[in-house]
T-cell receptor, first 112, second 115 residues
Framework: GDSVTQMEGPVTLSEEAFLTINCTYT??????LFWYVQYPGEGLQLLLK?????DKGSNKGFEATYRKETTSFHLEKGSVQVSDSAVYFC???????????FGPGTRLSVLP | EAQVTQNPRYLITVTGKKLTVTCSQN?????MSWYRQDPGLGLRQIYY???????DKGDVPEGYKVSRKEKRNFPLILESPSPNQTSLYFC??????????????FGPGTRLTVL
């Protein structure tokens, strides 16, 4: 079945460092891909999405490109801030269009 | 404001005492879903609904019931809660696009403790 693999972390960075969180997927169809962020004590919020190959999603300085050839959707940010400390989830829509498949989440801590 | 609301936000109860967690969305979304989040296990789907009167099991439906009588509401019912249902619960809703479920919008969560 469809699945999402992402580095589980925790990832600890200093403020202004470059961030990459890897996400790879297995899917039989042509899924949409998402990154969600969960700040402490809150629900998940959409960070960015891409709906087809080579699309780049971007928001709040974060970017991810839908790479069909490598089945990847890695999240990047050039300069992280303390306020980016959160758990990040990679996800895709399943082949039936009925559900999401979530990765396990990656906890990011940014130190001042 | 477009949102998904859940109530209560926090609940402590005892084994066997029936409870309902409400979920409501004001975005006219067809799709709604319930998840539980547990440390080390990530997000697991309990039930989902593609539209009014259409519900289906997710990955961990045992011990839970849902209903979808109106488009905006999707309550989660625990008829006889047990301690292993202690968890953080999230409701979500989504419009249905040409490919099916699209961006999901999540509620703030309900932290349930069953003693």
């Amino acid at each position: 079945g469809d699945s999402v693999t992402q580095m589980e972390g925790p990832v600890t960075l200093s403020e202004e460092a470059f961030l990459t969180i890897n996400c790879t997927y297995t899917a039989t169809g042509y899924p949409s891909l998402f990154w969600y962020v969960q700040y402490p004590g809150e629900g998940l919020q959409l960070l960015l999405k891409a709906t087809k190959a080579d699309d780049k999603g971007s928001n709040k300085g974060f970017e991810a490109t839908y790479r069909k050839e490598t089945t990847s959707f890695h999240l990047e940010k050039g300069s992280v801030q303390v306020s980016d400390s959160a758990v990040y989830f990679c996800a895709l829509t399943d082949n039936y269009g009925q559900n999401f498949v979530f990765g396990p989440g990656t906890r990011l801590s940014v130190l001042p | 404001e477009a949102q998904v609301t859940q109530n209560p936000r926090y609940l402590i109860t005892v084994t066997g005492k029936k409870l309902t967690v409400t979920c409501s969305q004001n975005m006219n979304h067809e799709y709604m879903s319930w998840y539980r989040q547990d440390p080390g296990l990530g997000l697991r789907q309990i039930y989902y609904s593609m539209n009014v009167e259409v519900t289906d099991k997710g990955d961990v439906p045992e011990g839970y019931k849902v209903s979808r009588k109106e488009k905006r509401n999707f309550p989660l019912i625990l008829e006889s809660p047990s301690p292993n249902q202690t968890s953080l619960y999230f409701c979500a809703s989504s419009p249905l696009g040409p490919q099916g479920v699209d961006t999901q919008y999540f509620g703030p969560g309900t932290r349930l403790t069953v003693l």
